[in-house]
């Protein structure tokens, strides 16, 4: 399981109810229903993907993410997951709207385009950065809007979002070691609890 996964399970309350969009093969909505006691649905695409979540006895529903999760009622989850998905989303910021109208609460994990390997990449190089999170070339990468630390944090404030809980992480035992200090430049990975400011 990647390592963003196993540390934001601790968000989700137990005996929850969950929806864990773009949840492919099951696996983090397993774990949470193993040992969260949550219950719920996973949203997937992939054929492939919703066979493998079959197996693991995961509700899943075949739908595409484009605006909306008009299917859902509002508040009829108590937290909204999306794990390295915001990017590959052709309208985050309603993507992001709508987990907070379907759940009481959401989390979000991306990879940090400011991260300093990114950067230098661009620099050094004038060609689009790949890194082990960002590991395509420019004309058939699925992540289409790429952000940093910094932009979803401001994000968050113009939309009135509450962060209530935000861990970064890495890889490199570099950026490891520096990210608590500036983690725009050195986290790889960024993970986001969320809600609506007044809920």
Not at 66 to 92: G, K, Y
Not at 161 to 178: C, P, S, T
Not at 181 to 190: D, G, I, K, Q, S
Request: aromatic share 8%.
């Amino acid at each position: 399981m990647r390592i963003e996964l196993a540390s934001l399970g601790s968000w989700v309350p137990e005996n929850s109810r969950v929806l864990d969009l773009a949840c492919g093969d099951g696996t983090l909505m397993r774990h949470l229903m193993d040992n969260r006691g949550v219950s719920g649905y996973g949203l997937e695409i992939d054929p492939e993907q919703i066979s493998k979540c079959l197996q693991l006895n995961i509700n899943v529903i075949e739908k595409e993410l484009v605006r909306d999760l008009d299917q859902f009622p509002t508040n009829s989850f108590d937290v909204v997951i999306m794990t390295q998905a915001l990017q590959v989303m052709r309208f985050p910021d309603v993507i992001l709207e709508e987990m907070l109208r379907v759940g009481r609460e959401c989390i979000v994990t991306f990879p940090n385009f400011g991260q300093l390997r990114a950067r230098s990449y661009l620099a050094l190089h004038g060609r689009m950065p790949k890194t082990n999170s960002l590991p395509y070339e420019w004309y058939n990468t699925p992540n289409i809007h790429l952000c940093t630390i910094s932009d979803f944090v401001e994000h968050c404030r113009k939309s009135d979002y509450k962060i209530l809980n935000q861990q970064v992480l890495a890889e490199q035992a570099f950026n490891r070691a520096m990210m608590g200090l500036m983690p725009n430049l050195f986290a790889e990975t960024a993970v986001y609890h969320l809600t609506k400011n007044g809920r």
